[in-house]
Antibody
Framework: QLQLQESGPGLVKPSETLSLTCTVS??????????WGWIRQPPGKGLEYIGT???????YYNPSLKSRVTISVDTSKNQFSLKLSSVTAADTAVYYC???????????WGQGTLVTVSS | QSALTQPPSASGSPGQSVTISCTGT?????????VSWYQQHPGKAPKLMIS???QRPSGVPDRFSGSKSGNTASLTVSGLQAEDEADYYC??????????FGTGTKVTVL
């Protein structure tokens, strides 16, 4: 059974960079036809697509976040990562890593990790 | 790119049916048959309920069904059960390697 697990700091200061890693177990991140991505959910609000990466390194980002987002992959560790720069309180959210069936849907989600932006 | 529009709430008694709408544009729902629906219980990650407009993943009860007409997709839950009480989100591929989610609907089982 595929499992995804987010890890990283739960508290980030304003103007700094948020960094999260997703570790994939029970399957290879290099499997074709699947993409790996990040989705966030501010407290009490809806879901927002952040971006996606293929194991080859091709990346796709939400245009509204593109200038601040970097997603990378490490196939040797079966992990992919998110960096979001210049964070503000508006970036406070539960961040989910997920597996995407491209063009279609997310079929596996991590449990989510709350990241709070505060001084 | 704006979020897809869903009603904030919907409700029904046990055994009844409830239908949730998800309205987009000709650039997302209207242009692609890549609409999916997710169920989210409080404090939990979303769970895929419907993919590609009307495909039900293995393990999802057949009480859940999806459809699409023009720029609007719908999720119907038939034979409502207490465990169906949750938030539901639609999502659609919107071209240019971009996805958009719906605003979310809270379903209450009366």
């Amino acid at each position: 059974q595929l499992q995804l697990q987010e890890s990283g700091p739960g508290l980030v200061k304003p103007s700094e960079t948020l960094s999260l890693t997703c570790t994939v177990s029970g399957g290879s991140i290099s499997r074709s036809s699947y993409y790996w991505g990040w989705i966030r959910q501010p407290p009490g609000k809806g879901l927002e697509y952040i971006g996606t990466i293929y194991y080859s390194g091709s990346t796709y980002y939400n245009p509204s976040l593109k200038s601040r987002v970097t997603i990378s992959v490490d196939t040797s560790k079966n992990q992919f990562s998110l960096k979001l720069s210049s964070v503000t309180a508006a970036d406070t959210a539960v961040y989910y890593c997920a597996r995407h069936v491209w063009f279609s849907h997310v079929d596996y989600w991590g449990q989510g990790t709350l990241v709070t932006v505060s001084s | 790119q704006s979020a897809l529009t869903q009603p904030p709430s919907a409700s029904g008694s046990p055994g009844q049916s409830v239908t949730i709408s998800c309205t987009g544009t000709s650039s997302d729902i209207g242009d692609y048959n890549y609409v999916s629906w997710y169920q989210q219980h409080p404090g939990k990650a979303p769970k895929l309920m419907i993919s590609e407009v009307s495909q039900r993943p293995s393990g999802v009860p057949d009480r859940f069904s999806g459809s699409k007409s023009g720029n609007t997709a719908s999720l119907t839950v038939s034979g409502l059960q207490a465990e169906d009480e949750a938030d539901y989100y639609c999502s659609s591929y919107a071209g240019s390697n971009f996805y958009v989610f719906g605003t979310g609907t809270k379903v209450t089982v009366l």
